[in-house]
């Protein structure tokens, strides 16, 4: 006999977590964690950057955090969260120094590499970006095994058109989640800002906000990778069957 529970801030669902340690190419160890499906086939995978570890950004950053917690479960996804360079969280500290997005190329790139040659039967892999995850997401995220990015509060902040010009030109899809009431680039500017990236698909989340604190905003965030990632289990459901 089962019964149906509400999905709740601190719901975690069943799901195989495995702390990894993640090597880049100029020699550190960063601190990871692959969550996976319990039973079910893997029908995508997300590779996460963080937002600003400046401030308070991290693998534990509270959509990334619940996305582990909740969609290998509830949408047959493998999350791939990890700290780069000089980050801490609970999970532990990454080894190196923050560069401002330029020597965390490496850290991006042993990401992609770990969840690609750990799930070589997964070809569905997308990378999501947070606010400074965004602009990482666009500088260095261009191995091709990825299928494309996912953009969440994109600030542009160490972007340049160059990068953007250099996606136009791959052609892959680029989607960017945009809070009506973003601190950094709101809709309007948004559009302005992304003009040189032409095959880019903008969602303006209304009443939104750049931490998208709160439920409901968490809860759109989840739903809209999951329509594009794996549309088959969208919407997700906001309860959950417990023994």
């Known amino acids: 006999m089962t ?21 880049t190419a100029d020699g550190l160890r960063l601190i990871g964690e692959l969550a996976l499906p319990e039973r079910a086939a893997i029908a995508g995978a997300l590779v996460m950057l963080h937002p600003l570890p400046t401030h308070g950004g ?41 560069t401002n997005g330029v020597d965390e190329r490496f850290d991006v790139e042993a990401a992609i590499e770990y969840v690609a040659s750990q ?17 990482l997401a666009l500088k260095h995220a ?8 996912i953009l969440l509060s994109p600030p542009l902040r ?15 899809r680029v989607i960017a989640i945009v809070p009506e009431f973003d601190d950094y680039l709101p809709p309007a500017q948004a559009r302005e800002r992304f003009a040189k990236l032409t095959q880019l698909e903008m969602i303006e ?16 965030v989840h739903n809209e990778i999951v329509k594009i990632v794996n549309p088959a289990k969208y919407p997700l459901p906001t309860e959950y069957e417990v023994p």
């Open 119 to 135: 799930l070589p039967d997964v070809p569905n892999i997308w990378v999501v970006g947070w606010s400074f995850g965004t602009d």
């Open 58 to 98: 991290m693998m534990d950053s509270h959509i990334y955090r619940k996305a582990a917690f909740r969609l290998p479960a509830l949408a047959d996804l493998a999350i791939f969260r990890f700290n780069t360079r000089g980050t801490a969280s609970e999970q532990g500290k990454s080894e190196g120094e923050f």
């Open 142 to 149: 261009r191995d091709q095994r990825v299928q494309g990015l």
């Open 205 to 220: 989340v209304a009443n939104g906000k750049h931490l998208w604190i709160g439920e409901p905003s968490v809860q759109r």
């Open 158 to 172: 160490t972007s340049q058109e160059s990068d953007l010009e250099w996606w136009a030109r791959d052609g892959r």
């Open 3 to 23: 019964r149906l529970e509400v999905i709740r801030a601190a719901t975690v669902l069943p799901a195989r977590r495995i702390p990894v340690e993640l090597n």
